[in-house]
């Protein structure tokens, strides 16, 4: 099946197309297609918030078929942040109501004349004034649209934040699940579009059934029997907090202080106790990804993910648990995206701390603040709060402040720290897309027995040995899921998944023949894609290192002092192993190699 590509020209009207053949062999679907399509169609003077940028949602081909699939999507542009690609990733089901609509990818192109909402019915393609949705919170907007439209649609929606111009307002799906991380939820209002409505119950044909059921019974009887999946199905990302704690990465007070406070051991239990309480899921993924936990306004409320905990926990000293539901809560409802938000609070609290900002009204700790930070994000008003711009727009206001900002490429930094975890300070810095870690989603330097299948022998979270090639490893792994529509947390948080059944579930489902090779060499082409459209946006070398706190300040405490990451050591190696140069360019050898075209 050729992919299908539905265009609205949000001043103009809408057009349709099949992408050749050899897009599909090269790039699968999903990711993959979103990098080839933004290198390749978006000119280089573009800029993020202009009406030319291109705002790309896709969903792989395996999206809508099966439990293991993310039913969810991709959304991918010309990051405000960084210039080079941001993606966020959301689960639900908006992407399988896209694929069975008839589309695999939707692509928005210029600038609406007044605020609208996208309506998606097969064939039926309208764009309707969104003038009532306006100041409505994403929850309340996803409500409204399905009394409106019918309860068999499905929602993607931006909150209040974005419509008040904060800069890392994100998308949120189905009024329960934040694309992440920040960028994409900016350029959709700049764009005008408050909502997009999708209606899709086309089938969507499998290859070979037999081959898929044997394929997803060796998944199963492998989740049956492990302690990972089962703590995962119970508690969601927030299984690796504690491990986090343990090994020293979850510090304190935007990283100055090692020794985490006695009551960040107690957080998890007691948001597993809540979730209980309720306990239902909303995906059928066998990896919940949203658990109920009981309600702060009387409706039950996703139990909170990991890096929205530690952000707001350790990194800006939040330890009441109602005031971390009530903060999950209201980033959810505004569009807010939890990591950048906690950076950004964290970085004010700590110019506040040191006199770089005279203000005073952000305290470690201080939840009252944070909430009341928070609701004023989500408000329109006639000057911008300093607080709205992200870290890397803040740093240039308060002097000197960049040796602490956590932040890279211009990317807000998730709450792990780079000196307690080698692997995770090496995908900070290398990450095309800023530093997120969730880019390459290497967390097995939290788990006490990583999967045989990785790659080299396990090393101590502050080693070097073997961390480039398991970073490659992730990275490869990470973008051939994205391409094919297969759970990320499947895949690489839980480890239930081995690159070999991913070869399987495409074949079974698809007509692209892959062989493992192919499949490689897949995953290699679409990060070395991304690299490149980095390079042709601004960099000539891109700049693969830490903030000087997290890169040349060694904590004096904790389970990680004294240590900085090896950086000067591994990129070498990293760079070599990817077949570029010295610079951290690819070379054109390795260009051609992967049958990609500067």
């Known amino acids: 099946m050729p992919l299908h590509a539905l265009t609205v020209l949000l001043n103009r009207g809408k057009t349709q ?33 202009s009406a030319a940028n291109l705002l790309i949602f896709a969903a792989g081909p395996l999206a809508g078929h099966v439990d293991f699939a993310a039913s969810g999507f991709i959304v991918g542009t010309r990051s405000p942040f960084t210039g080079g690609i941001a993606y966020s990733w959301a689960p639900g089901q908006w992407g399988a ?49 399905q009394a409106e439209l019918g309860a068999d649609y499905v929602i993607i929606c931006i909150g209040p934040a974005a419509e008040a111009g904060v800069a890392y307002s994100s998308i949120v799906a189905e009024g329960r699940y934040l694309a992440e991380p920040a960028g994409v939820g900016a350029v959709m209002a700049h764009k005008r579009v408050k909502a997009i409505a999708v209606r899709g119950s086309q089938p969507l044909p499998i290859g070979d059934e037999r081959k898929l059921t044997v394929a997803l019974n060796l998944i199963r009887q492998r989740m049956q029997h492990s302690p990972l999946a089962q703590s995962l199905q119970q508690s969601g990302s927030m299984h690796y907090f504690i491990p986090a704690l343990e090994r020293g990465a979850l510090t304190r007070r935007n990283g100055q202080d090692g020794l985490p406070v006695a009551h960040l051991y107690d957080l998890p239990a007691a948001l597993a106790q809540r979730g209980q309480q309720d306990g239902r899921t909303y995906t059928s993924v066998p990896i919940p990804l949203a658990s109920d936990l009981s309600a702060l306004r009387d409706q039950p409320l996703p139990l909170p993910e990991l890096e929205m905990v530690a952000g707001f926990s350790a990194r800006c000293g939040i330890i009441d648990t109602e005031a971390l539901l009530s903060i999950a809560d209201l980033c959810l409802r505004l569009g807010l995206d939890p990591v950048a938000t906690s950076a950004a609070i964290a970085f004010m609290m700590e110019c506040q701390e040191t006199g770089l900002n005279h203000a005073g009204t952000l305290r470690w700790g201080d939840d009252q603040a944070v909430l009341a930070a928070l609701t004023r994000l989500g408000t329109r008003r006639d ?145 070395t894609l991304e690299r490149l459209f980095a390079l042709k946006h601004g960099y000539k070398t891109i700049p693969d290192e830490l903030p000087p706190r997290w890169q040349e300040t060694p904590l004096s405490e904790g389970v990680a002092a004294g240590y900085v990451p090896p950086l000067a050591e591994l990129l070498p190696e990293y760079y070599r192993r990817h077949g570029w140069n010295s610079n951290g360019c690819p070379t054109t050898p390795r260009l051609n190699e992967l049958g990609i075209k500067k």
């Open 97 to 145: 109501a896209l694929r069975r609509a008839g589309y695999d990818l939707l692509i928005l192109n210029g600038q609406a004349p007044e605020w609208c909402l996208l309506q998606i019915d097969h064939t039926r393609v309208v764009l309707r004034s969104a003038a009532h949705l306006l100041g409505l919170d994403t929850m309340e907007t996803t409500e409204r649209l």
């Open 383 to 527: 000057k911008r709060d300093v607080l709205s711009l992200g870290v890397d727009e803040m740093q240039d206001i308060f002097y000197d402040s960049d040796r602490f900002a956590p932040q890279v490429k211009g990317l807000a930094m998730p709450t792990l720290d780079p000196r307690a975890l080698t692997g995770v300070a090496l995908a900070l810095a290398t990450a095309p897309i800023g530093g997120d870690y969730r880019y390459a989603m290497m967390y097995e330097e939290l788990l006490e027995v990583p999967p045989a299948w990785l790659p080299d022998a396990p090393a101590p979270p502050r080693a070097t040995s073997g961390k480039v090639v398991r970073l490659i490893w992730h990275e490869r792994l990470a973008a051939m899921l994205d391409a094919a529509g297969i759970c990320r947390r499947l895949g690489l948080m839980a480890y239930q998944i081995t690159p070999g059944e991913v070869l399987a579930l495409i074949n079974a489902v698809t007509e692209v023949p892959l062989s493992a090779a192919d499949m490689g060499r897949l995953g290699e082409r679409i990060v």
């Open 17 to 49: 197309q099949q992408l050749a053949p050899s897009i599909e062999q090269a790039y699968l679907g999903g990711r993959g297609v979103i990098a080839w399509m933004l290198y390749h169609q978006l000119a280089s003077d573009t800029a993020p918030l």
